[in-house]
């Protein structure tokens, strides 16, 4: 019963994601990257176990990642409650080995701990609930 109860979570997660992509896109199209990854990070990781669903979401925030051009004034603008997951999802990104991929986070990653500092690497690094 609790298998079916997630297959049926898991499918209302990946409308939520779906829907969340279509947001993103449109952002992205009104040149508004940062937007974008504030929309990406919000309600994430997914609340599921599902790999569909982390996997669905992290292709989501890679788009909104990927689109930022601006890292230095990227967090003027990002809201500090996005940081640790941001961090998450860079770690993430790393370990694709995918080198655009890489790089980008890297450079994102730079800036990131200078602005939250170590504490930020550590909590996402700790955190075995929250798994992206």
């Known amino acids: ?22 947001k993103i896109e449109s952002l992205l ?7 974008a990854l504030k929309t990406a990070l919000e309600g994430s990781p997914p ?3 599902d790999e569909r669903c982390k996997s669905a ?3 989501v925030v890679h788009r909104a990642i990927m689109a930022i051009k601006d890292v230095d004034s990227l967090f003027s603008y990002l809201d500090p409650e996005y940081y640790d997951i941001l961090m998450k999802y860079l770690y993430r990104g790393l370990s694709t080995g995918d ?14 701990t200078e602005r939250a500092g170590l504490g930020c690497i550590l909590r996402s690094l700790a955190d075995t609930v ?3």
């Open 29 to 35: 199209k009104q040149h508004k990257p940062v937007e």
């Open 130 to 132: 929250n798994i992206v």
């Open 57 to 59: 979401n992290w292709i």
């Open 47 to 49: 609340n599921t176990k």
């Open 99 to 112: 080198r655009p991929t890489c790089d980008q986070c890297l450079r994102i990653h730079e800036k990131l």
């Open 1 to 22: 019963m609790a298998e079916f109860m997630e297959a049926d979570n898991a499918e209302a997660i990946i409308t939520r994601i779906e829907h969340k992509s279509r």
